[in-house]
Structures are given as C-alpha cells and as structure tokens.
C-alpha cells in the first residue's frame, strides 16, 4: 500500500525565537546498571561494601579463591578514614596452599590495566599477584607481583597488561602456593585488602572510552545529573578523596550509590563533552543550606567556604555551573520526601531562595508535572523565584487500556501518536504560565522523556523500548518539542546508558531494566558497545545546526488507534507524517524533519516557497523491515542512519519514504548562501 503526500514550506516567514541547543540533551541517573555500564572499572564491590553472598565470608561478587582446607575469611573494618569493609584472609601455614579473593570481569586486550590495591599483611607475608585468567581454557592473560611493604594500610599501584579481550575472565588477588611458608600460627599469614580495582589505561578519567566515543557525537548540549535517587542523595558524601567517600546505599534502587561518580566527576565528564551540566539537588530528605552549599562548592570563589572545599580538592577555579533543577517527581509516590504542590510550593520557593543567596546568576528549575492540578499552586507560589518548571513525558501503550495481548500494530500506533499526548500536556502548562504576569518569565524543561511501553510492571528484559517503533515515536516527540521551543529550550533524553528504560547507548547484553531480564554476559558479548535506533534519531537531531522553525503545511493520509479506554486526545484522523521544517542561523539551509508514523509507504512531495530549490537535497534515513526491528549485540549495526543524495526533481515528483521510518531532508540554497537574502 502506498499514499501520497504534499508538504509546503514557507521558507520567508521564520519564526522569530531561537531553538535552543539544550533541547537535546541527556540524563544521567545512578539507577540499576547505569554507572556499572558507563565506568570504566570492570571490578564491582571495590571497596567490600557488601554483604556476604554465601556461606564463606567473602563481599558480594568476589569468590575466594584457594585450595587451603583451612583458609579463613572475615569481614572487618576498612582501612582509617576509608569506607566499604575490609576482606581479611587468613592462610595457615601447614596448608601450602594459594589463598586469596577472585572475581568474574570482562577484560579488554591488549590493554594496560592500573591496578589499586589497598592491603595490609602481617610481617611474613613479602607478596600478592593479580592474575588476569580466562576462565574456560585458564589461559594466564596477565600478571603482576605486588611487593607488600607494610604491616599497616598502604596503597599499591602496579600495571597489569592484559593480552586479549575475554568476555569470561576472572581477575585472581593471592598469596601463591610458592611463597615461603612460617612455622607457627600466631599473628601469621593474614591478608587484608581494603579496597581492589582496575582502570584501563585508555579511559576518559573513569568513565569508558567507548562511551566516551559515542556520547561526543550526540551533541548533547546539556548533561542532566537527577533522578529518583537524588532526593536521598547528599553531595558532600560524593566529593573529596574517593576512597574516603563514604558508600551510600541507593535508596531509590537498591545497591549502592556510586562514590566514584560524584560533583567533580560530573563536571570533568561535562566538560570533556563541551556541554552544560544541570544538575538536581536533594530536596526530599536535605535542606536548602544543603543545595545552597552545593551551588557555592560549583560556583564559590575560593575564599568561600564551600569554594575553599573545591579547591582543596584539586578545583581551584570554579565551576560555574548555571542550570539547578529542585526536586524529581517529588507528586510521586516512590519519590522520597513526596509532598503536596501547595508543600512543595513552599518548599521549591524556600530553596530557590537559599540557592540564590548564595549566586543571584543560576537558573532555577522547579519541579512540574503534566497535571495543571500540580503546577498551578507551584507557579502561583515559586513561579517568581524560578525560570523553568520541568515536565517529564514518558508514553506508553497502559494509558490506552492496551496490554501485551493487543495486536502489535495497534500498540506500535499507541506509540506514535506521542506528539499529540507532548503537544496536550505542553498546551495546558503554557497556559498556565501566561495567565499570571508573575509568571510568564516561565519556560518549560522536559527533564525526562523516553517510550515506556508498558509502565512500571516486570518487562522481563523485553527490547521495546529500543525498537524502531520507539524511535519513530521518540522522533516524533521531538518534532512536538521542536513545534514548541519558544516554550521547550531544554530536553533530556532518558537515559544516556543502559539504566532505566532505553538508554540509548548499550553497554552489554541488557534489553531493559536489568533487574527484570537476563543476567549479564549470557551473551557471550558483554563488551560490545552500541546505539539504539533511537541513538541514531538523537544524534541526526541534534547536528543539524538549527536555529529557527519555519511554517509547514502537510497534506497527507491519516491513521486511527483503537483505543478501549476513553483518552483526553483525540485518536481518530491522525497524519501519517509528522513533519517539523527547520532552518539555520543565516536562513541558508532548511532541515525537514519527517516522520513516518504510519505502517505503509508515503509517496511525499516537496514545495518550497520563496527558496531556490532545484538542485540536490542530502536525504538522512531511519528505517528497518519492522517497527519490532532492534540493534542488539548480536548486531549492533542492524538499523542505523544512513545518508544520500536525492535531486529535487525526485521531491517535487513525489519521493517514495519507508514505512515506520525517520527522515532529515537537507536543502541548500546557491542564492541564500553566505547570508540572508
């Protein structure tokens, strides 16, 4: 089946605001394995913070490793100051035996590894080695002696070169079988190790090259550090000497929050990628001298308090980190210090206030919500005190009564109508915002967004949220955004890694929440990297260098969704392409973004008005064979963007577009060029 399509465009007549870069920014939350898939350490439990796994007394994902029949382990007390517990091994002498801890990684090679070891021995004890070693053939990958130096804590740093990749190696911590014995068994033979970890040497401060690699060509703008687990989150336990940090648990998730990631890390990661970092204070279970001494440690001079902090852990300059977002879903029942919006009113103005006492120049973001029923009392209350109210915007097939029983198309068609529910919810907060004069200083931030096609139940690792389907829907969204960003000047994608629902780069073998699908690795492939289809949506977005919007007219077929359950949006007639028209800042170039929603192909037209159109248009597609289509890492490249040429005698006689499909049209004007005309 295949209908046709017409799309003018009034390339005179730009809309007079600027889209804003930060539309296309991304998010990172310490939520199941994002920070595990984003760092760059291969070893977890580091530091011994958890509880033992089995009978022996050995922290969490470590092993003992030994053929003693006596060895002994316990857990005691870290090192002074240092946090996590410390691994104590006990090895009698008449054994002879190799005793030690070992753990399961995925190792890259060739590759130098540093390694960290904090240990202390009694005196007899000369060595360790580390040993790299795959698991299933036991061939040695790398190895390193360990001189131990001391009866009291030290830290060891040594290079492990590691020979190949192996995705099933296991990293060995011991006293070898060979290492002179003692006699007696009185203050003998005992290992403690307070803290073990690896970082390849080709890592972007503790964060993987490979992510590194495909975050830069995102563009993102904006960098988002927030989530749920931030209203239990205090930022002083994330800064100063990392094993000093203390180990938090992650409230919001389970685990452990990671201490590897806090402000300065954050920061370096921001600016590594040349883009703005936002960031969300605590205000669910903090305060707001705690957010305000949060700003000064950014953004104080280093005779401030918090500066002087900054500064004495290696940051002399400051940050000067603009964007300060207050509370996370905090209407959500799940969100620790969850409060009415007349209490949270409150609450939003009592931060702002502090925060800005302590730097008049931030921007403050106060949390929103999609029901006017929320963001009336937090406007009427903080509206004055704050520049954006934040929104997040997560679609799913739940809202319409549908379930995994439904026809996959009808729930594909669910999906893609996610610009109408977008344009809805941002139409009513707009109103909102212009009704009071106090208030309409106001623009909108879409904090979070992302598919979510069957909310908050057991997804089983299930990859809908990373199909084709979703980037037709996530595309469109951005359409909607775009169509708004005189309102809309900041946007996050959720997530940047694995983590939640479809991070859009992939480390591994993990569909969709971790905790509900299949166990790391079972693949084979843990150490593949790559991007969804919508990775690819983002970062064709995100490089066209757009400024303005440009009206555009759509003739063109419609669709319907059956719906069982009455919707607030109307479902009937919807057209089969969304289309947003763009241009750049000399009005030289028009970006056409076309969605193809519908599930046959479109035979599209194109009409530009008041532009030379006559030569060739670089054409930019998304497409597969099905809406069900995914990358995984079995083939990491199965849907991806590519790009041709097409003569704008093809557009104006109709150019055939996919189904389920995203496009970007690229069109050069000889006589714009160089400037406005």
Not at 145 to 165: F, G
Not at 615 to 644: A, K
Request: proline share 5%; aromatic share 10%.
């Amino acid at each position: 089946m295949q209908t046709n399509a017409t799309i003018t465009i009034d390339c005179n007549r730009p809309k007079e605001h600027t889209v804003n870069p930060y539309l296309f920014g991304h998010f990172v939350e310490d939520i199941r394995d994002h920070m595990e898939a984003m760092l760059a350490f291969p070893l977890r439990d580091m530091d011994f913070e958890s509880e033992k796994a089995g009978e022996i007394a050995v922290s969490g994902s470590w092993l003992p490793y030994t053929n003693g029949r006596n060895t002994q382990y316990a857990l005691e007390a870290p090192a002074q100051r240092h946090s996590g517990r410390a691994q104590r091994i006990r090895i009698l002498s008449d054994d002879e035996a190799y005793a030690g801890i070992a753990q399961r990684a995925a190792l890259k090679g060739p590759m130098a590894y540093t390694v960290k070891i904090v240990a202390r021995a009694s005196v007899e004890l000369r060595y360790l080695i580390v040993d790299a070693v795959d698991r299933r053939t036991e061939e040695l990958l790398g190895r390193v002696q360990i001189e131990l130096e001391s009866h009291n804590w030290q830290e060891y740093e040594a290079s492990l070169t590691v020979s190949r990749n192996c995705s099933d190696a296991e990293i060995r911590v011991y006293v070898p079988e060979d290492h002179p014995r003692w006699i007696d068994h009185v203050s003998t033979g005992m290992l403690w190790l307070d803290h073990v970890s690896l970082l390849p040497e080709d890592s972007m401060g503790m964060v993987k090259r490979e992510v590194m690699d495909m975050t830069r060509p995102l563009n993102a703008g904006m960098m988002r550090l927030a989530g749920n687990y931030i209203s239990a989150y205090h930022w002083e336990h994330g800064v100063g000497p990392v094993l000093e940090r203390p180990v938090m648990y992650n409230e919001a998730w389970g685990g452990w929050t990671s201490k590897y990631f806090g402000t300065d890390e954050f920061i370096r990661f921001c600016r590594e990628l040349q883009v703005e970092p936002l960031i969300c204070v605590n205000d669910g279970s903090g305060s707001p001298e705690e957010a305000a001494n949060w700003v000064e440690y950014c953004n104080g001079s280093i005779d401030t308090p918090m500066g002087a902090l900054r500064a004495a852990n290696g940051h002399p300059e400051p940050y000067k980190v603009q964007y300060w977002e207050i509370g996370n879903e905090v209407w959500g029942q799940w969100q620790v210090g969850t409060c009415s919006a007349d209490q949270f009113a409150e609450r939003c103005k009592t931060f702002a206030l502090a925060m800005k006492a302590v730097d008049p120049s931030i921007a403050i973001l106060a949390c929103g919500h999609t029901d006017p029923e929320w963001n009336k009392p937090v406007l009427e209350v903080a509206g004055e005190y704050i520049e954006y109210l934040t929104m997040h915007l997560y679609h799913g097939f739940g809202r319409f009564g549908m379930n995994r029983d439904t026809p996959a198309e009808e729930r594909y068609k669910a999906i893609a109508t996610f610009p109408e529910w977008t344009r809805k919810d941002i139409g009513q907060a707009v109103e909102l915002i212009r009704a009071n004069p106090k208030t309409r200083h106001v623009k909108l931030a879409i904090t979070e967004y992302n598919t979510m096609y069957y909310p908050n139940t057991n997804r089983k690792g299930l990859p809908d949220e990373h199909t084709l389907g979703a980037a037709v829907a996530n595309a469109a969204n951005l359409n909607e955004m775009l169509r708004s960003s005189d309102m809309v000047h900041i946007g996050s994608f959720s997530d940047l890694v694995n983590g939640w629902l479809g991070g859009c780069i992939r480390v591994g073998d993990y569909y969709a929440d971790q905790n509900s699908g299949k166990i790391s690795g079972w693949s084979g492939l843990p150490l593949t990297v790559y991007g969804t289809p919508t990775y690819e949506v983002l970062k064709l977005y995100a490089n066209r260098g757009i400024r303005r919007i440009l009206p555009v007219d759509t003739e063109c077929g419609t669709f319907s969704v059956q719906s069982p359950k009455q919707t607030p949006v109307g479902l009937d007639e919807l057209p089969d392409l969304d289309v947003v028209a763009c241009t750049n800042e000399d009005e030289s170039a028009i970006t056409l973004f076309i969605v193809n929603r519908s599930l046959h192909e479109v035979k599209a037209k194109l009409a530009l008005q008041s532009f030379d159109f006559s030569g060739e248009t670089v054409l930019h597609e998304i497409t597969g064979d099905s809406f069900e289509d995914i990358n995984s890492v079995f083939e990491p490249d199965r849907i991806v963007c590519t790009t041709r040429s097409v003569s704008a005698s093809e557009w104006k006689d109709g150019y055939p577009l996919r189904k389920t499909s995203i496009y970007a049209v690229e069109i050069k004007s000889a006589q714009k060029a160089g400037g406005k005309k």
